[in-house]
């Protein structure tokens, strides 16, 4: 027998590919990192080294003490005594979170993106309204300046970065978000439900003069705030304000159960622990201590201090 009539038939090549190659198009990665931008980076943006620790202990300090002073300064009779004290400290405050922000920028893989994230723009809102004050003074024909002073108060949310127990309750919020979104949901058709029936039972003559207004006297009073502007008059009202009294501190035990719950669940259940570790390419972080690329973009990541071992 022939081999040639044993041998599959042969299958065609492809011809060459025509046309151009659609796909997801990629933002070119920044160039990696070098010199003192890597060094001030390690600093600035990590925390696995002394420098990195003494950075964030000192600017958790000076966030507190701004916040202090503003708090401090709302205070008439404070502000009349130590009203230039507080304006040189708010000046001192500015100057050095303007450093900070501008040391950010600098040593940013990418300045623009980490500009238009939410801690950038913390970081440039808790330094504009001294500026914006002293820069543009018509803005008081407007707004009181004690408005923009108040904006300053937006520091203390540059905390949320620097302290784990923040992420892990957001962590725990946005895995709990679906059960809590149900659970009010549910709340707010028993709202709906019994103020229409305090409607009924009640009525305008004694202030329940319409459903809305009801609905408002429904969750007052299940929230256990009970501002008594508006109070049932009737021996069934009271019986079903008695019953939403009582229904109310479910409503404040459903949810910090649900949330309380995904916080051990997460105790339990660990995550992998990461080191504290930014990739100089795309800034993601949550590297392992041993990891040495990232995994993100592949980029080689710096020597971790924890991973490496004495000689």
Known sequence: MDKDTDRAPSTPLPGPIRGPIRGPVREPLPAPLSGWRLRLHAV????????????????????????????????ASIQARWGRLFDALEWLFTAL?????????????????????????????SILPTYFALLVPQASLFMDVRILRLLRIFRVLKLSGYVSEYTALGEALSASRRKILIFMSFVMMVVLIMGTVMYVVEGPENGFS?????????????????????????????LISALMMLLGWSVLAVPTGIVTAEMSSRRLHPA??????????????????????CWNCGAALPPSPSATSPD
């Not at 696995?48 to 300064?73: E, H, K, N």
């Not at 809305?212 to 009737?234: C, N, Q, R």
């Not at 992998?272 to 990739?279: F, K, L, M, S």
């Open 44 to 75: 600035v943006f990590e925390s696995d080294t002394r420098a990195g620790r003494t950075f964030d202990q000192v600017l958790i300090a000076l966030i507190l003490l701004s916040v202090t002073v503003v708090t401090l300064d709302s205070v």
């Open 97 to 125: 979170f303007t450093l900070e922000y501008a040391l950010r920028l600098a040593c940013a893989p990418r300045p623009l993106a980490y500009a238009r994230s939410f801690f950038g723009l913390i970081d440039l809102l």
């Open 210 to 238: 319409s459903i809305p207004t009801a609905m408002y006297w429904a969750v007052t009073t299940m929230t256990t705030v009970g501002f008594g502007d508006i109070t049932p008059k009737t021996d069934l009202g009271r």
């Open 272 to 293: 992998p622990p990461a080191a504290p570790r930014t990739c100089p390419n795309c800034r993601c972080e949550g590297h392992m201590a041993n990891a040495r690329h």
